[in-house]
Structure formats: structure tokens, C-alpha cells
């Protein structure tokens, strides 16, 4: 099975810890990418990642080429919202681990890239360069510079332990009115 890969970026903002977090894949956003050689428009359809175990899904400073790439973290937390598959990766203490933490914190704009495989089904190709992804399984986690997908990517730094469940901003001020 065929590892494909993509990637993109957002603003950053920075916290202590060793948590990386930020929307990881955005629903319906279009991207330009190679598929088995050739350039194809792709998206993904919301829940197209539904199922993941997130301890499963190792973070790495690139995208493996083989069976030695090691990781450099873990996911921690996957949260499929309105806008985008949102998530959390714990960074190990290791040499690149600590380079990507400080590039992080030093507001170095810094993309997230995932390697999926796909699945019978998961692919309703409109054309013969247009494609939806429905269903796919996400098997890795990418630290890139240049990412694939517009508007979104790594957005800051955080301590460990559980996250907090954040609130949209949109909702706080519907609050205040």
C-alpha cells in the first residue's frame, strides 16, 4: 500500500511544554498535489479520518521514507471539528525533537503534512484530476516547511497533560451579547 503525503501552514502561536497543536487537515480545502505521478486537485470530505487511534499515529520531523525514519512524537489528541481534523503531538526530548520545539517557539511559520493510505472506496474521483477523499487511514504525522494545504497547520506550543477543550471565539461572543 502506497503512503501519500500532504501538507500545509497557518500563523503560529507560541506556549511553553512539549505539545505541538493545530488543525492538521482541513475539510474541503483544494490542494495541487501528486498522486502515483501525476498532478490531481484533491480535498478531503469531513470525517474522512474518523476511527484513528491517536496513540497509533506517530509525529515526524519528515515524511519516512523507510522503515528506519524514526519518530519524533506521538499524537495525543484528534478532534474533528466544522473547519478541520484537529490535534495535539507530543514532542519527544531528542536532538530533532528540540530543534522543531524551538523553531516552534521562535514563531517559525512551520507546516503540518499527513501521510495516509487510502482505502477501498475512499476515493470519489470527480474527474480524471479532481479528487475527494471520503475515507482514508492517516498513518503518519509530518513536521514540513512547505506545506500542501492553505489555512491551517502547527499553531503553537502548550505544556503536557490533557487539553484543555477549547472554545471558539465566535461562541464566546454570542455569549456576550
Known amino acids: 500500500m502506497t503512503v ?38 484533491e480535498s478531503f470530505q469531513r470525517g474522512a479520518l474518523a476511527g484513528v487511534d491517536p496513540a497509533r499515529v506517530p509525529l515526524t520531523a519528515r515524511h519516512p521514507r523507510d ?61 480524471r484530476d479532481r479528487v475527494v477523499r471520503t475515507k482514508a487511514a492517516l498513518d503518519h504525522v509530518a513536521v514540513v516547511r512547505v506545506p500542501a494545504y492553505a489555512g491551517a497547520g502547527v499553531v503553537g506550543v502548550r505544556a503536557g497533560g490533557r487539553p484543555a477543550v477549547g472554545v471558539p471565539l465566535a461562541t464566546l461572543a454570542r455569549r456576550w451579547r
Open 4 to 41: 501519500l503525503e500532504r501538507a500545509f501552514t497557518t500563523a503560529l502561536h507560541v506556549r511553553d511544554g512539549r505539545i505541538l497543536f493545530g488543525a492538521l487537515l482541513p475539510w474541503g480545502t483544494e490542494a495541487q498535489v501528486m498522486d502515483r505521478g501525476r498532478l490531481v486537485v
Open 67 to 127: 522503515g528506519e525514519t524514526l519518530p519524533i512524537g506521538v499524537t495525543v489528541e484528534l478532534r474533528d471539528e466544522a473547519d478541520a481534523l484537529h490535534g495535539a503531538w507530543r514532542v519527544s526530548a531528542t536532538a530533532i525533537g528540540d530543534e522543531v520545539l524551538e523553531l516552534a517557539r521562535d514563531a517559525v511559520p512551520l507546516g503540518l503534512s499527513v501521510g495516509f493510505m487510502e482505502v477501498p472506496g475512499g476515493s470519489r474521483w470527480l474527474s
